[in-house]
């Protein structure tokens, strides 16, 4: 592994170039991911929470973009939900490594509304809608075989009954306090831009890297 090397061409990340707000630059680089046919799903994201001075990280998926959020969704009773439960600061990646980029955010979490939960589930397809039930995320199960079972139970009950959200699945909207955007560079001198909110305005900085 220590012979592993990647020099770094593709970009650059100049000051001149930058716009005053941090979703503006995400959003460019989004749809520069959206249109590369080497990211498969340029809306995954590594979520990394911290609670009782333990941290946890797993990639979950970018749902929508707002003025002032990345909202996320999963179930509230999962190890992300009750740890965002007890400290609600966290870190979202994007690790675009095909581009020679990634972008930090660090922010705090909240529920999204019920209702938008609730329109968001109805959006699914249904085979997604079962899954929500099917899985006690995070919880310890015996089999494969006990998870498909209990799918095709609940296949069975809602062909003939509504299929409505659980009460333990819904949205989260972070919040970001800095943005951090990083381009790969030759020699190792990658630039590293954040954007840092504060006495609210967007300020921007560069880190040596």
Not at 3 to 32: C, H, I, K, M, V
Request: proline fraction near 5%; charged fraction near 25%.
């Amino acid at each position: 592994m220590k012979d592993l090397r990647q020099n770094y061409t593709l970009g650059s990340l100049l000051e001149e170039n930058l716009p005053s707000s941090p979703f503006d630059l995400f959003q460019a680089w989004f749809e520069e991911a959206m249109s590369s046919d080497k990211i498969l799903e340029p809306n995954a994201m590594v979520l990394s929470t911290c609670a009782d001075n333990k941290v946890d990280s797993r990639i979950v998926l970018l749902k929508d973009l707002r003025e002032k959020q990345f909202v996320f969704y999963s179930n509230y009773t999962s190890h992300k939900g009750t740890q965002l439960e007890k400290n609600p600061h966290c870190n979202l990646l994007f690790p675009w490594v095909e581009l020679q980029r990634q972008i930090i955010i660090r922010g705090e979490a909240a529920k999204v509304s019920e209702s938008e939960s609730i329109e968001y589930f109805a959006s699914r397809p249904v085979s997604s809608q079962l899954g929500a039930w099917v899985s006690e995320q995070s919880k310890p199960v015996s089999s494969r075989m006990d998870l498909e079972s209990r799918l095709e139970k609940l296949t069975t009950f809602y062909s003939t009954n509504k299929l409505t959200k659980p009460e333990n699945w819904g949205g989260y909207e972070v919040t970001p306090l800095q943005i951090e955007f990083w381009q790969g560079r030759e020699n190792r001198l990658h630039d590293r831009i954040v954007y840092s909110y504060e006495n609210n305005e967007w300020k921007i900085s560069r880190l040596q890297p």
